[in-house]
């Protein structure tokens, strides 16, 4: 049977793959912000050795590269739901996607290279003020409202499948958290070393739900196929099938020997006598507790006795 091969086939059907993803990059996050915090610690025994890969707080760190590999993840995510939705809805909703993935492009570089410190240094000199604290307030401002435009019109998109809709705003509820802790709008009295990882496992978690939120509106697009539709149910039938004739098949021997033993038998009938004797007295509740149906229930009962 000749199968066809679509890109699309790459986002994943069932949603146990998304919990699957889910746990994994959990583990991961916690696993680098446990490094970061047992930091000192390692370098101090390896003689004061920089560990900078494992500086959760750094662009070169390995989360930092983490998070820009999801984003990039993410922006190819976008494409192939710009592609699905010029298939199925107008132009306009995959354009959407297509500069989504775009914008997703450029905070994957910025995640790296930092572009946000330029444009703080550059607004500060031409506003000469750094609003608050070290300016960081300058690039949050660009960044929400560009990002901010773009989340708006990617949640009226995600409304038709609420799934994607609450990870995506669970998604843009930790990105604004992060941020606020960061400034210090939402203060935190820990130490600075806990409001660092507190910061930097809101900014990974929001990231991640980005992800997913896109692999399940991208999910929902393709399953709008009918001929994949079709077929994605169909494998899982089958499955559902396999599983169901071997379950029978262990049953069936289970019974097979059940048959071979007499005290079983005897419980059988024991049993048997019993429903017979209830079933002959009128229950509350139950239909043959009506006068007219108990006679037709005592005769019933009667003719299987006789038998």
């Avoid at 707080?57 to 983490?66: D, I, K, P, R």
């Avoid at 984003?71 to 995959?94: E, F, I, M, T």
């Avoid at 809709?165 to 210090?184: E, H, M, N, P």
């Avoid at 599983?243 to 289970?254: I, P, Q, Y």
């Amino acid at each position: 049977m000749n199968h066809r091969t679509d890109i699309t086939e790459l986002i994943p059907k069932a949603l146990g793959n998304y919990w699957l993803i889910f746990f994994v990059g959990t583990c991961v996050v916690a696993a680098l912000e446990f490094a970061y915090r047992q930091l000192p610690i390692w370098s101090e025994k390896l003689g004061g050795a920089s560990l900078a890969p494992l500086d959760v707080a750094s662009s070169g760190s390995v989360l930092a590269w983490c998070l820009s590999a999801l984003l990039l993840l993410s922006a190819g995510v976008s494409l192939l739901n710009s592609r699905l939705g010029k298939k199925y809805d107008d132009p306009a909703k995959g354009d959407v996607w297509f500069w989504t993935a775009f914008a997703l492009i450029l905070l994957s570089l910025d995640t790296q290279v930092q572009f946000r410190d330029t444009l703080r240094a550059v607004l500060i000199y031409a506003t000469g003020t750094p609003l608050h604290q070290d300016g960081t307030v300058w690039w949050l401002t660009v960044y929400s409202f560009v990002f901010g435009l773009i989340a708006i019109r990617l949640l009226q998109d995600m409304w038709a499948y609420l799934p994607s809709f609450l990870v995506f705003s669970l998604s843009i509820l930790g990105a604004v958290t992060a941020q606020l802790v960061k400034v210090d709008v939402i203060r935190v009295s820990w130490s600075a070393e806990d409001i660092v990882i507190l910061h930097t496992a809101l900014e990974a978690f929001a990231v991640l739900l980005l992800f997913l939120s896109f692999l399940l509106f991208g999910r929902r697009q393709v399953l709008r196929d009918p001929q994949v539709a079709m077929e994605w149910f169909a494998k899982v039938w089958n499955q559902s099938v396999s599983t169901a004739k071997v379950t029978k098949a262990e049953t069936g021997t289970s019974a097979a020997k059940a048959v071979a033993s007499p005290s079983l038998t005897q419980s059988t009938e024991s049993v048997s006598d019993a429903v017979i004797e209830i079933g002959a007295k009128p229950i509350r509740g139950l239909p043959n507790s009506r006068p007219e149906l108990r006679k037709a229930g005592d005769d019933d009962f009667a003719l299987l006795n006789a038998s």
